[in-house]
């Protein structure tokens, strides 16, 4: 069974500061892996993914995340925060071509402080 | 283009009442999927239609919670009766057939009292 898991439910940052939120996945078949944000009171959207084409994957908002296969890891980082990237961010994964069978991680509540 | 819309974006009920869920996918996909994340929990997956026909129900709780796609285009989810465990967000996704990553709507917060 695929899961994923996200390390730290609560990140804090100051404004300019390298964001780096973690997750890991587990999969017995490739995986197609993504993170999703949550801004208040709005439906998740996606940040990007990763379908097996290059391992670093650039999104919206300047985020980008690697997939380290040999890590099991596909950890979504930004250079510099801005204030507005304060969300909540989901990391999930799903098997090819199994486009329902999408499994999410607890979350991860980003904090950017002037 | 309008995104996945959800109906209503709040219910408050109280426990044994019967709460109907909408939601409106984007023209022309015909995956649509519903999840719920209870308060702090991850998000999880409930079931999956393509076009009318329910393709995945296993993330279905149990016998209370009834989905429906009639016509392929808007779903429901009720919940009947429901009860305290039931409280939480309920999400709308939907996605073209062969494409990978899901649109998802503002979700609807449900509180059983």
């Known amino acids: 069974a695929q899961s994923v898991t996200q390390l730290g439910s609560h990140v804090s940052v100051s404004e300019g500061a390298l964001v780096l939120l973690r997750c890991n996945y587990s999969?017995?078949?490739?995986?197609?892996l993504f993170w999703y944000v949550q801004y208040p009171n709005q439906g998740l959207q996606l940040l990007l993914k990763?379908?097996?084409?290059?391992?670093l994957v650039k999104g919206i908002n300047g985020f980008e995340a690697e997939f380290k296969k040999s890590e099991t890891s596909f950890h979504l980082t930004k250079p510099s925060a801005h204030m507005s990237d304060a969300a909540e961010y989901f990391c999930?994964?799903?098997?090819?071509?199994?486009?329902?069978?999408?499994?999410f991680g607890a979350g991860t509540r980003l904090t950017v402080k002037p | 283009e309008a995104g996945v819309t959800q109906f209503p974006s709040h219910s408050v009920i109280e426990k044994g009442q019967t709460v109907t869920l909408r939601c409106d996918p984007i023209?022309?996909?015909?995956?649509l999927y519903w999840y719920r994340r209870v308060m702090g929990k991850e998000i999880k997956f409930l079931l999956h239609?393509?076009?009318?026909?329910?393709?995945?129900e296993s993330g279905m709780p149990n016998n209370r919670f009834l989905a429906e796609r009639t016509g392929g285009t808007y779903s429901t989810l009720k919940v009947q009766p429901a009860e305290l465990e039931d409280s939480g967000v309920y999400f709308c996704?939907?996605?073209?057939?062969?494409?990978?990553?899901?649109?998802f709507g503002p979700g609807t917060r449900l509180l059983v009292l």
């Open positions: 996704a939907s996605s073209q057939v062969g494409t990978q990553g899901q649109y």
């Open positions: 999969s017995s078949v490739p995986p197609y």
């Open positions: 990763y379908t097996s084409a290059a391992t």
């Open positions: 999930a994964v799903s098997d090819w071509g199994n486009n329902n069978d999408m499994r």
């Open positions: 023209s022309g996909h015909d995956n």
């Open positions: 239609f393509v076009k009318e026909s329910k393709q995945d």
